[in-house]
């Protein structure tokens, strides 16, 4: 019913920048919080930057000053721009959505993912 489509992954060398999108569709009421969250080989997957239906943000302490997430309500679509980009950035980047819908209960809130994208930053 919902699913969030991710683009803008790819290779760039240390020091580039690339700039992730994710938007959602479907049977959406509304969308609480969006992030983005990344996972290397062999590592578990982690929070890199989230950002609420108001626009307040967290990033990870090791992305601070580098990347920014941003969204567009009207687009149900997040951002995530990357910048001075180093190795330890390389990782499958997923984004996610605490997504409302509208049920014949009431309303509903379900975390949905997006299918990832790659970033590989080269030395």
């Known amino acids: 019913q919902v699913q969030l489509v991710e683009s803008g992954g790819g290779v760039v060398q240390t020091g580039g920048s690339l700039r992730l999108s994710c938007a959602a569709s479907g049977s959406i009421f509304s969308i609480n919080a969006m992030g983005w969250y990344r996972q290397a080989p062999g590592k578990q997957r982690a929070l890199v930057a989230r950002i609420s239906s108001g626009g307040s943000t967290y990033y990870l302490d090791s992305v601070k000053g580098r990347f920014t997430i941003s969204r567009d309500n009207a687009k149900n679509t997040v951002y995530l721009q990357m910048n001075t980009l180093t190795p330890d950035d390389t990782a499958v980047y997923y984004c996610?959505?605490?997504?409302?819908?509208?049920?014949?209960?009431?309303?509903?809130?379900?975390?949905?993912w997006g299918q990832g994208t790659q970033v590989t930053v080269s030395s």
């Open positions: 996610s959505a605490d997504v409302l819908t509208a049920q014949a209960m009431g309303i509903n809130e379900y975390r949905y």
